[in-house]
């Protein structure tokens, strides 16, 4: 039986367990070496497309758009998982018209993250510079209820509703964009501006309560704010709430005189309110007096066109409007009294010699234009 020598066997066992142990920390060391390499080259990819998408913005900003298209596509080879630099390269492939690419690019990152607010946002973009309403529409809605990053993600949102508005009212999507203008002044800034840009959507949106709603409050946050002031009056104007015009405008010419268009609509209001003879708590003395100063100016109208070669119906017309003008001058001169059907009635036939003579080339003076108003507020009809 062969003797066993202990000693040279613990020997050959330490050697073995040392050379196990050499191994393993070379490995060690290969693997933390090649990681090192591996991070190094990662750092030395990240900066390079640092570097690269630095240099497309700057190109972008100066509007040297193949140039930037260049530079995004090398950051994104640099380093192809980052989602800011293919947003980048999507951005710049859209201003320079590659819009199939710009939405490959865009579709692609949209896969990894379909509630993405700024992919769905450059879609919606890109659809509408392609003429795709309906596609456009969707994109956005996807981005106003997808997830928003960053900071003032409620600010960016507020912005990008806006901006559907303003497309769906340039389409001709009025109910839609009414809604969405619901929305938006649920959660506006207390500040002047935002809520005359709502008032002005809404205006536009033909919703002309709620935009004199904020154009009051802009006018209560910013006493001075001209624009609202001017805005409100016109949009009372179209309504035909002549009082509220004046006060508006009057307001707004304290404050900018030299505006035109203001102080030309403040004197047909101011003509309307002083000129209608049907207006309520008037005497029937004030009533005629007001009847009498509208039939004279509409006469003298009249007159002129008279004098005015035209074909043999249009002579017809005036001169029965003519006739008629006599009669009912006769009428107030001679103190009978008067009721309130004959008021309307004289009403009546002032505003249909207006409308006759609207057409032809005498430019109608303040008074003229209130008259047409006068009778358009009561409704009367044009023969």
Not at 25 to 38: C, E, Q, R, S
Request: glycine share 6%.
């Amino acid at each position: 039986m062969p003797v066993v020598d202990e000693a040279a066997t613990y020997r050959f066992q330490n050697k073995e367990i040392f050379l196990l142990i050499a191994l393993a920390i070379g490995a060690l060391g290969v693997f933390a070496f090649t990681k090192y390499i591996a991070m190094k080259e990662e750092q030395i990819e990240a900066r390079t497309a640092a570097i690269w998408y630095s240099e497309g913005r700057r190109q972008l900003g100066s509007e040297k758009i193949d140039q930037a298209i260049e530079s995004f596509r090398k950051a994104t080879a640099e380093s192809p998982g980052d989602r800011t630099y293919s947003l980048a390269l999507a951005n710049a492939l859209a201003a320079g018209n590659h819009v199939a690419e710009a939405r490959e690019t865009l579709l692609r990152l949209r896969e990894s993250g379909p509630e993405d607010a700024e992919i769905n946002s450059q879609l919606a973009r890109l659809d509408v510079k392609g003429g795709e309403i309906d596609d456009a529409i969707q994109y956005y809605q996807n981005a106003l209820y997808g997830r928003w990053a960053g900071t003032q993600a409620d600010s960016r949102q507020r912005q990008l509703r806006i901006e559907l508005i303003r497309f769906l009212l340039e389409h001709q999507r009025r109910n839609f964009a009414l809604s969405e203008l619901l929305i938006l002044e649920t959660d506006l800034p207390r500040t002047a501006a935002a809520h005359l840009e709502t008032a002005r959507l809404f205006a536009q949106a033909g919703d002309a309560q709620h935009a004199l709603g904020h154009y009051d409050e802009a006018i209560e946050l910013d006493k001075n704010n001209v624009d609202a002031l001017t805005e409100a009056g016109e949009t009372e104007f179209r309504l035909g709430d002549y009082r509220r015009t004046e006060r508006y405008l009057e307001a707004a010419m304290r404050l900018s005189p030299q505006v035109e268009k203001s102080r030309h609509l403040l004197s047909i209001s101011e003509g309307v309110l002083s000129g209608d003879p049907l207006e309520q708590h008037l005497s029937r003395k004030e009533s005629r007096e007001r009847l009498l100063r509208g039939l004279t100016q509409a006469t003298q109208r009249l007159q002129y066109y008279l004098r005015e070669p035209s074909n043999s119906q249009r002579s017809s017309q005036l001169g029965t409007l003519e006739s008629q003008a006599r009669v009912l001058t006769s009428a107030l001169h001679s103190r009978r009294p008067l009721d309130s059907e004959s008021i309307y009635s004289g009403v009546e036939l002032i505003y249909n010699i207006e409308r006759a003579t609207a057409t032809a080339g005498l430019e109608p003076d303040v008074l003229d234009e209130a008259l047409l108003l006068i009778g358009q507020k009561h409704g009367v009809a044009q023969p």
